[in-house]
T-cell receptor
Framework: DTEVTQTPKHLVMGMTNKKSLKCEQH?????MYWYKQKAKKPPELMFV???????INESVPSRFSPECPNSSLLNLHLHALQPEDSALYLC????????????FGSGTQLSVL | GESVGLHLPTLSVQEGDNSIINCAYS??????FIWYKQESGKGPQFIID?????DKRQGQRVTVLLNKTVKHLSLQIAATQPGDSAVYFC???????????FGKGTSLLVTP
């Protein structure tokens, strides 16, 4: 299995809602990532988990809360989002935390109304 | 500003021609570079990578060239096919190697 699976593929939520994005990989990778991508822009790093511990938080607002329950799973909990948070949220994994290529999922297209 | 950027936002080539996509980076400490392809509605797909101790690396129909002197990276695609139409991103390592920083992207359009 060489895939990173993200659910849901699409999500529409109001500014008062709480929702979660899920990511799963079964490649035995020990690093997992959340990136945010706006239309026609490059992906921007949000969080890095290394061996299930949060190693990088790129000054992301607290309305985004990551969680890594185990080495195969990565969640992104969303609460009180703003319309400008609408974007494609990409999960990625790599075999090891450093100097490794990232494998990306297809993303969750999020719309905040 | 961004430390990784591209010279051309769009590139149109004819099927069968060779394509060259360029990328400039500003962080001389970067030592790992990757090219990704992103098709509409999909996540970035790994194409090829290169470390700073190399100048050139070849894959299937693709070649990456690294010129550390002028901090320039290029992706060459041989015999470009319609399926190569996508946005191409170069990326360099950041955060001491723990993550990747992506450049702006080049949209490649292959015409028959």
């Amino acid at each position: 299995d060489t895939e990173v699976t993200q659910t849901p593929k699409h999500l529409v939520m109001g500014m008062t809602n709480k929702k979660s994005l899920k990511c799963e990989q079964h490649m035995g990778h020990r690093a997992m990532y959340w990136y945010k991508q706006k239309a026609k822009k490059p992906p921007e790093l949000m969080f890095v988990y290394s061996y299930e511990k949060l190693s990088i938080n790129e000054s992301v607002p607290s309305r985004f809360s990551p969680e890594c329950p185990n080495s195969s799973l990565l969640n992104l909990h969303l609460h009180a989002l703003q319309p400008e948070d609408s974007a494609l949220y990409l999960c990625a994994s790599s075999a090891h935390p450093m100097y490794e290529k990232l494998f990306f999922g297809s993303g969750t297209q999020l719309s905040v109304l | 500003g961004e430390s990784v950027g591209l010279h051309l936002p769009t590139l149109s080539v004819q099927e069968g021609d060779n394509s060259i996509i360029n990328c400039a980076y500003s962080n001389s400490a970067s030592d790992y570079f990757i090219w990704y392809k992103q098709e509409s509605g999909k996540g970035p797909q790994f194409i090829i990578d290169i470390r700073s101790n190399m100048d050139k690396r070849q894959g299937q129909r693709v070649t990456v060239l690294l010129n550390k002197t002028v901090k320039h990276l290029s992706l060459q695609i041989a015999a470009t096919q319609p399926g190569d139409s996508a946005v191409y991103f170069c990326a360099e390592n950041k955060n001491s190697g723990y993550a990747l920083n992506f450049g702006k992207g080049t949209s490649l359009l292959v015409t028959p």
